[in-house]
DNA sequence: CAATCTCATGTAATCGATTCCACAAGGAGG
DNA sequence: CCTCCTTGTGGAATCGATTACATGAGATTG
């Protein structure tokens, strides 16, 4: 693999020439350029990123630290920060954390010795040092979709959807199909999705008449499983729920698995809905009603902020809302009943 | 963030001994690692990976280039692929290439640029002037899924699910069924997958008497969409085909879609299958038979077989094997029947 | 016409690590 | 006691780029 002295020799010139030409710095005569750039693409030469980095203290990549990629969700996110990244001549690295402290940490500690220029992260858990490291290491960082409260990370730009519009119509959706003992499977108390979920919840089922039991919140962990499990508890109370809300997609994943493992049905014994849509609601049975999540913005947002904070400009926190996609797993849709 | 000359400052040793102490080379006196120790302890000093790729040529980085991320057999095989890699003491840098030949280009130039030790990577097309580059410059290569056959990439190994049983399983499944008009929803033919599934399940059907018609052949790039569109002109035929098989679970949600929306019921009107299993497949309505490919073992046996070619070992080609998984898309189980 | 300025280019320092070689101190052996 | 070897450490080259500064040629100007 040729290096830029490869290059100079070929051209004649010297190496600075070569890298004044690379970056097209002004000051060169033309047909020097011309002889430089014939060498480049003679040799098949590509300048070493690693060579420009370590001078330049610039990698121009940046790191995204997701919760989880298999959940759809996630996925979507990365691909559409990726997308806006690559629009503004920047790479994305992405670590998965699969909901996992550790593991989070060990991504966060790999791209800051990478030396990514700026950091993206869904949090999992509550106090990560590392995050905190990282932010008193003066890495440009943005808190996409969850974010972590404590000191030395209230100044790091939060860009979330509001879900609190969203739940209000689902409750109303809920209440309207008559629906009155809700359940919530609720994610990680650790994360500020999981328990923002259940406040707004709570209260909108407050404003019509409805109180959230105790024993209609489960604890779920944002996976297929815990949904699982939390729904077999609930339908095992003396008063079983009529309508399960979800926190997220792969818990309602597992909600249905357990309703239909006992031989229910939804949405006749009991109701479900789902926070994230995803494209396969439309296609399981029922079609799952879900909140969703405004994606592609939220990624370009988080991209716009962090790389505003990387090039040194202010950035600022985003909240964008969600929407709620009526489908039937809640009840036949009003106009349509028999 | 402090370098290495700031930690032999410290230490009030010189570089070379703090290099000596991170890479624990023997000849160090106790008392000096423990200074050296309590000094990088002190300052939270982190190596530079960009500074030590540069020195050592190594970037214990691998890339791994996929079709599609928002395929959920790709994510599922790019998780494993991290798994493994991480176990091993690599990282991962992922580029989605969105089926875009463009955008594999701009992906395999980045992480060579990037000086990625290895690259593996799912190809879009035929023929991509990058990859021989890449494969001309010496960098280890592995395909996984699909392959490239060109001169020059004849000795990349190639680590892939062998579907000619499973499709084998899937036509006689049909056949038991009693569908005679099955008709494929083929992936681009510029892909291996794309070709070899035609192939197997056209001398599948042969095998059972069956005729694969020309026009019960349809072209799609395993996108949804295409799935959508290739089933229209399917059911617009004078004699439309009774069951329906589609190369990828994306192309098998079009087409699922495209029968709803003609108010036609799957499996009574036309039955469904779809290469590569994915979770969401058991919730669909009815729950789609699939043939399901070994992810995790393929993402494993990739990185392996890549890792070895990095560390300067032979390295050999894999096939393993797919199998069937029978639901209720093609009418009910044998046993079952009223 | 001399002084000055501009332009194109080269020389060399630099980024942060690794590693070869030199060297000093101390111990072993004759 | 002198030589030789071992052990621990430091100095300096190196990887491949960028960039401040120096330099020389030619143009401009009073």
Redesign the interface.
């Known amino acids: ?1 040729p290096a830029i002295k490869d290059v100079a020799r070929c051209a004649g010139v010297s190496v600075a020439t070569v890298s004044r030409v690379l970056n097209d710095h002004p000051s060169v005569r033309a047909d020097t350029r011309e002889r430089v750039l014939a060498a480049v693409a003679d040799l ?1 030469y ?6 420009r ?2 001078r330049t203290d610039q ?1 121009r990549t940046l790191g995204l630290v997701i919760s989880d ?2 959940n ?1 969700f996630f ?2 996110l ?2 559409s920060v ?1 997308d806006a990244a ?1 629009e503004l001549d920047y ?1 994305v ?2 670590g ?1 954390a699969d909901e996992r402290p550790d593991l989070q940490d ?1 991504h966060v ?2 791209l ?4 990514i220029d700026g950091l993206l992260v869904s949090p999992t858990d509550g106090g990560s040092p590392m995050m905190l ?1 990282a932010a008193r ?2 890495t440009p960082m943005v808190f996409v979709d969850r974010w972590i409260e404590a000191e030395g990370l209230d100044r790091v730009p939060v860009i979330r959807t509001d879900g609190r519009g969203a739940i209000r119509a689902l409750v109303a959706h809920l209440c309207a199909l008559g629906h009155r003992r809700v359940a919530i499977i609720a994610g990680p108390a650790a994360t500020t999705t999981g328990r923002e979920r259940v406040d707004a919840f709570r209260s909108a089922l407050r404003e019509f008449g409805l109180e959230l039991h105790e024993d209609h919140i489960g604890q779920g962990d944002f996976q ?1 499983d815990s949904g699982r499990r939390v729904t077999a508890r609930f339908l095992d109370l003396p008063h079983p729920p009529d309508a399960i809300f979800a926190a997220d997609n792969l818990m309602a ?1 597992g909600a ?2 357990e309703i239909r493992a006992r031989g229910l049905r939804v949405p006749d014994d009991v109701a479900l809905a789902a926070f994230d849509d995803i ?2 609601f ?5 079609p799952i009603t879900a909140i969703a999540q405004p994606t592609g913005a939220l990624g370009r947002a988080a991209v716009t902020a962090l790389i505003d904070l990387v090039e040194g400009r202010p950035a600022e926190s985003v909240t964008l809302s969600a929407r709620l996609v009526t489908r039937r797993s809640c009840g036949e849709p009003e106009g349509s009943k028999p």
Chains 1, 2 share one sequence.
């Open positions: 693999m098949g590509r300048p070493n990123a690693v060579a980095s370590l990698t990629v298999l759809p996925t979507e990365a691909r990726e690559r790479s690295v992405i998965n060990h500690r790999t800051m010795d990478r030396r490291a290491a003066g297929a994943l249905m698995d494209p396969w439309v296609h399981t049975d029922p």
